[in-house]
């Protein structure tokens, strides 16, 4: 089963998204199943960047003592699940968090020089997504929604907010479960 739990900034979306998974974890475990929860962080934290450094701390704490592996994953999605495959035998249960779309669209978009297209970095995510999706029980992937602002910004962040909007697009459509996440309050948008 694939959630996508989508919001603005400080909207409570990785909160949510880490009690969903501890959530379907526990009642796997309920029934008796081995379950692994794993948590795939695709920011990346440069030198310099205090304020990165703060958000993935908090971060750390929001999940510690939850149980979760940690894979620290900025791009190729791919390589997650070949991680996942070390620590475990395929046949388990396993329930991944991948935080946060948003990262890993520009992490793959601005990776190289030139940057990547939107349309190549929104094929390789959702490729990579199926992938991901095939490969665990559950999995819930954060993203944030694009296109609030009404702001114009130069051409190459405006390529970044149309890979944004695409790639929600797509994972929206993949998804079992669609959970837009308002003030800290879950709004289900899609169920199956």
């Known amino acids: 089963m694939m959630t996508l739990i989508i919001g603005g900034s400080g909207s409570g979306k990785s909160s949510y998204a880490e009690q969903c998974a501890v959530s379907l974890s526990q009642m796997e475990e309920e029934q008796k199943a081995e379950c692994r929860k794993y948590y795939l962080a695709t920011m990346q934290v440069f030198d310099g960047d205090a304020e990165g450094r703060r958000k993935v701390e908090r971060h750390r704490q929001l999940r510690w003592n939850k149980g979760f592996i940690t894979i620290e994953q900025p791009t190729d999605i791919r390589q997650a699940i070949q991680k996942m495959n070390h620590f475990e035998a395929v046949s388990g249960v396993r329930t991944a968090l991948l935080e946060c779309v948003s990262n890993l669209t520009a992490n793959e978009m601005f990776s190289g020089a030139p940057p990547e297209s939107a349309e190549r970095v929104r094929a390789k995510i959702t490729e990579e997504m199926e992938l991901l999706r095939q490969n ?57």
Do not use: C, W
């Not at 909007?165 to 309050?185: H, P, T, Y």
């Open 136 to 192: 665990v029980t559950h999995l819930i992937v954060v993203s944030n929604n694009v296109f609030e602002d009404g702001i114009a910004y130069d051409e190459i962040t405006m390529e970044y907010i149309r890979a944004m909007g695409a790639v929600n697009q797509k994972l929206a459509a993949m998804a079992d479960r669609v959970i837009e996440v308002v003030v800290g309050i879950p709004i289900l948008l899609k169920s199956l």
